[in-house]
């Protein structure tokens, strides 16, 4: 538990409780932008720092973007309803969060997970992710490939404009 | 506490607060926002039980969280282009609207 820690911690989560209460639709998608930023620093802090630089690549720089586009061309970032139930605040809705919240926090700190031991930051580099990738894992590889391409073509064809008949 | 309870924390944290989102707001594209949070929170306990766990051969942790970046970046394509079908058809993204509950 260093400074670095805490501090990145808190702004994340500051960031995802932002982009989960405020009204502004755009002011959600760039608080979502400094969760997901505050989340590649974590990775960068215990030490992934390719995973870190690829969530930064790929959450900011692109799922974040996607947001903010399909904001504007849905409503313009008109300002979202009051949320679901009788009542202005969602009661039962944070409750069963806070509930799985406590129950998850309960277990951790009951866990195993106290006692292990501070081990040094992991050696990994760049060259041993790829021969990895390259080797034993090469079939999941093509798999999430053909994955995307199919994702990609069906995203444009569901998002196409329909022929007027 | 040590560093794997913080960070363990840090993420059932950050997918209590996705969850509440999910389940509590009314805009469609929140909605899926609370479903990336969710995933993210599961990026990092994987990237937490690399750092502390074990240590074997190869950086299975982290190969498994490329994976789960990959798959997450598909889910969010598609998914925004279903939101943008619906609304193309229902010139609306609230979900109350759409499936004419409480308004």
């Keep these: 538990m260093s400074a670095p820690f805490l501090i990145l911690a808190v702004v994340t989560l500051g960031g995802a409780c932002a982009a989960m209460m405020l009204r502004g639709l755009v002011h959600c998608a760039l608080a979502l932008a400094v969760a997901f930023a505050g989340i590649g620093t974590l990775y960068l802090c215990l030490g992934a720092q390719f995973i870190g630089l690829a969530q930064l690549l790929v959450y900011v720089g692109a799922i974040a973007v996607l947001i903010v586009f399909v904001i504007l061309l849905t409503r313009g970032g008109d300002t979202d309803s009051p949320p679901l139930g009788p009542t202005a605040l969602p009661v039962t809705g944070i409750a069963v969060a806070t509930a799985i919240f406590a129950i998850l926090a309960w277990a951790i700190l009951h866990s195993f997970a106290g006692h292990v031991p501070g081990l040094p930051v992991p050696r990994t580099n760049i060259r041993q992710l790829g021969l990895a990738f390259m080797g034993s894992y090469i079939l999941p590889l093509e798999v999430i490939g053909l994955m995307l391409t199919a994702t990609l073509i069906g995203a444009v064809i569901v998002a196409m404009k329909e022929k007027q008949p | ?103």
């Design chain 2, 1 to 103: 506490m040590t560093g794997l309870t913080g960070c363990l924390l840090v993420s059932s944290m950050l997918f209590a607060i996705g969850l509440a989102g999910a389940l509590t707001r009314r805009n469609t594209i929140l909605v899926l926002v609370g479903i990336e949070l969710m995933l993210n929170a599961a990026n990092l306990n994987f990237i937490a039980f690399w750092r502390y766990g074990p240590r074997s051969g190869e950086p299975t942790g982290m190969i498994f969280v490329l994976f789960s970046i990959g798959v997450a970046a598909a889910e969010a394509a598609v998914g925004l282009a279903l939101i943008l079908a619906v609304y193309r058809h229902a010139k609306t993204t609230d979900l109350s609207q759409l499936t004419g509950g409480p308004q």
